[in-house]
């Protein structure tokens, strides 16, 4: 469980300086895949990865084929707790409690904390379209990284 504070002051500061809880929630250790652009940064529907706020996805208008194309992606809670069960969309970094984004690689000590990560040695474990479960290992290109997370 991890507490869900209110946002306070603008997105990307230091430091969570609220003190008003929100909600406790249940941690997770998968978060759907959004695309390439940062959850918390954008639009929710602005994403070009398979999971999009209020959007509805047919397996058909994944273009790029689901066998190329991530699902659902592993994160750790040392940077961001994740939930599977909801938000509240006036809590801190909201939309990236249950959506990640791919930019510089798995497991990047630098990489923003909606980006994926895991406690597994040189890879992070990804579901795909199509369903299967492979790794992706952290010295991934980058450019080959964030085609695989966009549906088209």
Same mark, same amino acid.
């Given at each position: 469980m991890f507490p869900l504070f209110e946002e306070f002051g603008e997105h990307g500061s230091e430091t969570q300086e609220s003190t008003v809880v929100l909600v406790t929630l249940p941690r997770a250790?998968? #978060?759907? #895949?959004?695309?390439?652009?940062?959850?918390?940064? =954008? &639009? @929710?529907d602005a994403g070009d990865g398979v999971f999009r706020e209020k959007h509805g996805l047919r397996l !058909? !208008? =994944?273009? *790029? @084929? /689901?066998?190329? #194309? /991530? /699902?659902?992606g592993e994160r750790t809670t040392r940077k961001? &707790?994740?939930?599977?069960?909801?938000?509240?969309? !006036? @809590? !801190?970094?909201? &939309?990236? *409690?249950? #959506?990640g984004y791919a930019d510089l690689g798995p497991n990047r000590d630098d990489a923003d904390e909606c980006e994926f990560d895991s406690r597994h040695l040189g890879h992070v474990n990804f579901v795909w379209a199509d369903g299967h479960v492979a790794s992706i290992a952290d010295d991934i290109n980058r450019q080959v990284y964030k085609q695989c997370a966009m549906r088209r």
């Open positions: 250790t998968y #978060v759907g #895949v959004f695309g390439t652009a940062d959850p918390d940064d =954008v &639009p @929710g !058909e !208008e =994944v273009s *790029r @084929g /689901l066998s190329h #194309v /991530l /699902l659902v961001l &707790p994740s939930t599977w069960l909801g938000i509240v969309t !006036e @809590g !801190e970094d909201a &939309p990236g *409690r249950i #959506v």
